[in-house]
T-cell receptor
Framework: GQQLNQSPQSMFIQEGEDVSMNCTSSSIFNTWLWYKQDPGEGPVLLIA?????ELTSNGRLTAQFGITRKDSFLNISASIPSDVGIYFC?????????????FGKGTKLSVKP | KAGVTQTPRYLIKTRGQQVTLSCSPISGHRSVSWYQQTPGQGLQFLFE???????NKGNFPGRFSGRQFSNSRSEMNVSTLELGDSALYLC???????????????FGAGSRLTVL
């Protein structure tokens, strides 16, 4: 089945630094999504990308849908302590009976004040 | 607007027992999906229900089952529990059937199951 390779697995950064993480797949997706999960909570949607090449921002977060439809990246600028958490990419194909999300293994972000 | 509500939040069972988890979707959402999250395998899709019908199923054994009621609330059941079933079980709801197109899934906080 489809799998996503998400990197890096973990990051330890200083407050104020920029962060970049990415996901690649061996097959294409219609939609790429980025979620953040805090301890004891479910994933919360940060950004959804619907078109190849699309670049979308949400505050200090910027994500892009790769032109090949097989990759996506997420950047966080000027990190703050509340950015700590696990970030997941997810790909989605829909049509027929499909539509479930395929998740990457996550990037654990730690921010030192 | 209330979010996705999952109960119970935490539970402990022993091997061989069965468990039922409940999910109340966001009001007006008709699709409910279930995911299993473990440290080793990450987030894995279990199944999706829309209008009381299972629309899609992941690669889990038949011990994992679910259903959806007419009010869109959903339950999932795991029978003959194994140690490896220990996980966070997440429910997500969306307005439409996930196969119908780009569709935002909103997750609940999950039910953390520990099997001893």
């Amino acid at each position: 089945g489809q799998q996503l390779n998400q990197s890096p697995q973990s990051m330890f950064i200083q407050e104020g630094e920029d962060v970049s993480m990415n996901c690649t797949s061996s097959s294409i997706f219609n939609t790429w999504l980025w979620y953040k999960q805090d301890p004891g909570e479910g994933p919360v949607l940060l950004i959804a990308l619907y078109k190849a090449g699309e670049l979308t921002s949400n505050g200090r977060l910027t994500a892009q849908f790769g032109i090949t439809r097989k990759d996506s990246f997420l950047n966080i600028s000027a990190s703050i302590p509340s950015d700590v958490g696990i970030y997941f990419c997810a790909g989605q194909n829909y049509g027929g009976s499909q539509g479930n999300l395929i998740f990457g293994k996550g990037t654990k972000l730690s921010v030192k004040p | 607007k209330a979010g996705v509500t999952q109960t119970p939040r935490y539970l402990i069972k022993t091997r061989g027992q069965q468990v039922t988890l409940s999910c109340s979707p966001i009001s007006g959402h008709r699709s409910v999906s279930w995911y299993q999250q473990t440290p080793g395998q990450g987030l894995q899709f279990l199944f999706e229900y829309f209008s009381e019908t299972q629309r899609n199923k992941g690669n889990f054994p038949g011990r994992f089952s679910g259903r959806q009621f007419s009010n869109s609330r959903s339950e999932m059941n795991v029978s003959t529990l194994e140690l490896g079933d220990s996980a966070l079980y997440l429910c997500a709801s969306s307005l439409r059937d996930v196969a119908s197109g780009a569709n935002v899934l909103t997750f609940g906080a999950g039910s953390r199951l520990t099997v001893l």
